[in-house]
C-alpha cells in the first residue's frame, strides 16, 4: 500500500506550493504544529508515511471532552461540519429526484438492530480533507456490535448533476453504497440506550478501521477508529424513545457549514 509506506512521505516538505508544510498548506492549517503530534525539525515532521500524517492524532489537551461526567451529554464524534438532522427516518423511503432520504434498512445493511432505530433520529456531519480523521465514542458505554461493510468509492448520485467536490452533494446517497463501519453502543445513560455510530467512506476512501470490540466499555471521547486515504462522512442514529436537544454552535445544517470540534457537545437528552 503506497501510501502507507515512507516512500509516499515524499508530499510531506516545505515546498511552497505542492508540499503538506508549505505555505499555502499553513495557511489552509495555521495552527497544524500547536494542535497535531508532529516534530517540525524532524524529517518530514516526524510523519513515516502520508497514511500516518493523514491520522495524525491531537496532543494532549487540544481538544477537551464536554461533560464527561454527564452521561446526558452527547459529544460530537468526528472533527466535521453538521450536513442534516433528521427525525422520523423510516426503514426504507422513496427515492425523488435531488432528494436522497434516509432509508435505514440500506444505510445498516440489514441489520438485525435496524428494527429499533426506525422512527428514530440522524445526525449526519462531514469531514474535509484537512480534518482530523479519527473517531471518538459520542457517549460512554457498552459496545453490542461492530460491522464493517464493504462498498464502493468514488460513486455519486446521478441526480444532483455535476458536483466540483464530489461527492459532496451525494451524503445521503452513499451511506446506503459506500464502504462504512458501524459501532452499535449501549450507553450508560438509559434514556439514550443504544445507539449507532456509523462511519462512511466518501470518494477515495475505502478504508474505515474500528479499534473497539464487542463487549467492551468506552467512554465518552474514547478513540474508537479512524478513516484512512481521504474525505469522509458519519452519522449518529438514535432509537424514536430519544428526546435530543442539538447544539450545533449557531450552524445550519449544509455544504456550507464549518467545522465543530471533536468532543465538544453535539446533543443533550431532555
Known amino acids: 500500500m503506497f501510501l502507507k509506506s515512507p516512500e509516499s512521505t515524499y508530499v510531506l516538505n516545505e515546498d511552497p506550493k505542492h508540499g503538506w508544510f508549505g505555505e499555502d498548506a499553513k495557511k489552509a492549517m495555521p495552527t497544524f504544529i500547536s ?19 493523514f491520522t495524525r492524532e491531537f496532543r494532549q489537551g487540544v481538544r477537551p471532552v464536554a461533560e464527561p461526567d454527564n452521561n446526558r451529554v452527547i459529544i460530537n464524534a468526528c472533527e466535521s461540519s453538521p450536513y442534516r438532522l433528521a427525525r422520523n427516518v423510516k426503514l426504507r423511503d422513496n427515492f425523488w429526484i435531488k432528494a436522497q432520504n434516509y432509508a435505514l434498512q440500506y444505510m445498516l445493511d440489514n441489520d438485525p438492530l435496524v428494527d429499533k432505530f426506525v422512527g428514530g433520529t440522524i445526525y449526519q456531519a462531514f469531514l474535509s480533507a484537512l480534518s482530523y480523521h479519527r473517531w471518538h465514542a459520542p457517549v460512554s458505554g457498552k ?21 466540483p467536490a464530489a461527492p459532496n452533494k451525494s451524503q445521503g446517497y452513499i451511506n446506503e453504497v459506500a464502504t462504512r463501519a458501524l459501532i452499535f453502543i449501549e450507553a450508560d445513560e438509559p434514556t439514550i440506550g443504544l445507539m449507532c455510530f456509523m462511519a462512511v467512506g466518501m470518494a477515495e476512501v475505502s ?8 463487549g467492551q466499555h468506552i467512554t465518552k471521547g474514547q478513540e474508537i477508529g479512524m478513516f484512512h486515504f481521504g474525505g469522509s462522512t458519519h452519522c449518529l442514529i438514535f432509537r424514536p424513545a430519544v428526546s435530543l436537544e442539538f447544539d450545533l454552535h449557531g450552524q445550519t445544517p449544509g455544504l456550507d457549514s464549518n467545522n465543530i470540534a471533536i468532543n465538544s457537545r453535539i446533543a443533550t437528552v431532555k
Not at 39 to 53: E, I, L, N, R, T
Not at 143 to 163: C, E, H, P, W
Open 35 to 53: 494542535d497535531f503530534k508532529c516534530d517540525p525539525a524532524a524529517v518530514h515532521y516526524g510523519f513515516k508515511s502520508w497514511d500516518d500524517f
Open 143 to 163: 459496545v453490542v456490535k461492530t460491522r464493517l461493510i464493504n462498498g464502493s468509492y468514488y460513486s455519486q448520485a446521478l441526480s444532483m448533476g455535476f458536483d
Open 207 to 214: 478504508t474505515c478501521e474500528i479499534i473497539v470490540y464487542e
